[in-house]
Every structure is written in structure tokens, then in C-alpha cells.
């Protein structure tokens, strides 16, 4: 019996998995201490300053800022990771069959209901 051949799942079919991610946390952790212990270490007035684009700081920082343009970040992200959804299906639609097909009509139907619920609710309206 060839041990390579095997149907079953064991825990060192997740060995690659496990050695990639030690790899990737511990490349991070290493390049994070090295840069902390090389890094110059300089402190001036100059280097703790705030700088934005060059251009020096003016008033509060703290002023409050209309929600509209955070809400139209974070739908713009939802409806963009909507499209993330339907690669899967595009590679493997003719696999997948009508059962498929009415899973993504499914799952369209509820982001336009939900579309249409903020644009009913006015969250995309920007005169007040």
C-alpha cells in the first residue's frame, strides 16, 4: 500500500500551512527588531514634529467632520468586496449549474436590497 495515495486528511497535510505562516510571523518579528535596534535613534524637535504633505500644521485637529464621507467609504468597500465574491463563481460557473447560478442570484438580490435601502434611507445624498 503506497502511504502517498492515502484519502485521509491528517494534521501533516497542514504542515506547509503551519511552516509558511511560523515563516511569515517570524520574518515580520525579525525585520521589525533588527530595524528597531539599527534604526537611528536621533531624536530632535525637528524629527518629532507633526508633518503632513509638507505643509505645517493649522488649527484643531480635533474639529468634527460630517459621517457622509466615512459611510461613503465603507459602503464603496462593501460593494467593492461584493465583486471579490464573484470571481469564484466566473472560474467555475459551468461546474457549478443552475444551482449555482441562483446561489449568485441570491446573493446579488440581497446586496440590491440592501442598496436600496441606503439609497432610501438617503445615505448617499449629499445636499442637506
Not at 5 to 11: F, I, K, R, V
Not at 35 to 53: A, C, M, Q, V, W
Not at 112 to 122: E, Q
Request: some cysteine; aromatic content about 18%.
Amino acid at each position: 500500500m503506497n502511504l502517498f495515495l492515502q484519502a485521509t486528511n491528517t494534521p501533516f497535510n497542514y504542515f506547509p500551512i503551519a511552516l509558511q505562516l511560523v515563516i511569515a510571523v517570524g520574518f515580520v518579528v525579525v525585520m521589525m527588531a533588527v530595524t528597531h535596534l539599527l534604526g537611528p535613534k536621533r531624536r530632535t524637535e525637528d524629527k518629532l514634529i507633526n508633518f503632513e504633505s509638507g505643509i505645517p500644521s493649522v488649527g484643531n485637529a480635533r474639529q468634527p467632520m460630517g459621517i457622509k464621507y466615512f459611510l461613503v467609504a465603507i459602503l464603496f468597500v462593501l460593494f467593492d468586496v461584493e465583486v471579490i465574491f464573484f470571481y469564484p463563481y466566473a472560474v467555475n460557473f459551468r461546474h457549478l449549474g443552475q444551482e449555482g447560478f441562483m446561489a449568485v442570484v441570491l446573493f446579488v438580490s440581497f446586496f440590491l436590497c440592501g442598496f436600496i435601502y441606503i439609497v432610501k434611507k438617503g445615505a448617499l445624498d449629499w445636499e442637506e
